[in-house]
């Protein structure tokens, strides 16, 4: 019993269909774009407050971030309060704006907290990041 496909072998193919090839290769393509969709950056989840009248920052600060459960980071890295005051005073030496990225749910009062202490250091720009919606 000899099959047509067997057939076709043997006497060679007049032409490769490549209708498989090319759904193989569109499966891979959906399949890596969804993957690398799914890639998680690490970092500080902070919710800004929103504002109308704010403006784009155009120089380098420091960022201080202060999370919905009242931690700060500095440049990303928990710091405590005596770190922080001394951490400000290099930079009030060297005269670099300072931004403050606070949660929404963050306590007003260790913003203000925290400002205090950046204006009692001598620092003299200091900015709230917001949202601009």
Do not use: C
């Not at 891979?28 to 704010?54: D, E, H, Y």
């Not at 971030?65 to 290099?90: F, G, H, P, W």
């Amino acid at each position: 019993m000899r099959f047509k496909g067997r057939m076709e072998l043997e006497h060679g193919l007049k032409q490769i269909d490549i209708a498989p090839l090319i759904d193989i290769v569109f499966q891979l393509l959906i399949f890596f774009m969804l993957t690398s969709s799914f890639v998680m950056q690490p970092g500080i989840k902070v919710n800004l407050p929103r504002a109308v009248t704010s403006e784009a920052v155009k120089y380098e600060n420091i960022e201080i971030m202060i999370t919905s459960e009242n931690v700060v980071y500095l440049n990303a890295q928990v710091v405590t309060t005596q770190e922080l005051r001394s951490l400000l005073k290099l930079a009030a030496k060297r005269n670099q704006p300072i931004l403050i990225k606070s949660d929404r749910r963050a306590s007003l009062g260790r913003v203000v907290e925290i400002w205090d202490l950046a204006r009692d250091l001598g620092i003299s720009q200091i900015n709230i990041a917001t949202n601009q919606e």
